[in-house]
């Protein structure tokens, strides 16, 4: 059975950081490149960060680049969101994500989604 589950959300003040992680299980986690998408309320799911399988590539949003790093450990089967400056349209719900290709910034390619957690920036 595939699992996604992310934490590591919470509420944070502006200027402030928080890191997310998402683990995984039930699929071969080193051949999937793994995303995080963001969708606030009244919006689309929107493409935040991924990473390929070898963890050597990534790309962003433009919106996050410089403030935002994904990263993972293949050996716990594991991804991360450091959230850096962060702001308050930040505000999301975000939900990591595995798929065969890199990059892939459409939400419909992907395999296999998390339940999300929920990230609150205060101004």
């Known amino acids: 059975q595939v699992q996604l589950v992310e934490s590591g959300g919470g509420l944070v003040q502006a200027g402030g950081s928080l890191r997310l992680s998402c683990a995984a299980s039930g699929f071969t986690f080193r051949r999937y490149a793994m995303g995080w998408f963001r969708q606030a309320p009244g919006k689309e799911r929107e493409f935040v960060a991924a990473?390929?399988?070898?963890?050597?590539?990534?790309y962003y949003e433009d919106s996050v680049k410089g403030r935002f790093t994904i990263s993972r450990d293949n050996a716990k089967n594991t991804v991360f969101l450091q959230m850096n400056i962060v702001k308050p349209e930040d505000t999301a719900v975000y939900y990591c994500?595995?798929?065969?290709?890199?990059?892939?910034?459409?939400?419909?390619?992907?395999?296999?989604w998390g339940q999300g957690t929920q990230v609150t920036v205060s101004s």
């Open positions: 994500a595995a798929d065969l290709q890199f990059p892939t910034v459409v939400a419909g390619s992907y395999d296999y």
């Open positions: 990473i390929d399988w070898t963890e050597s590539r990534t």
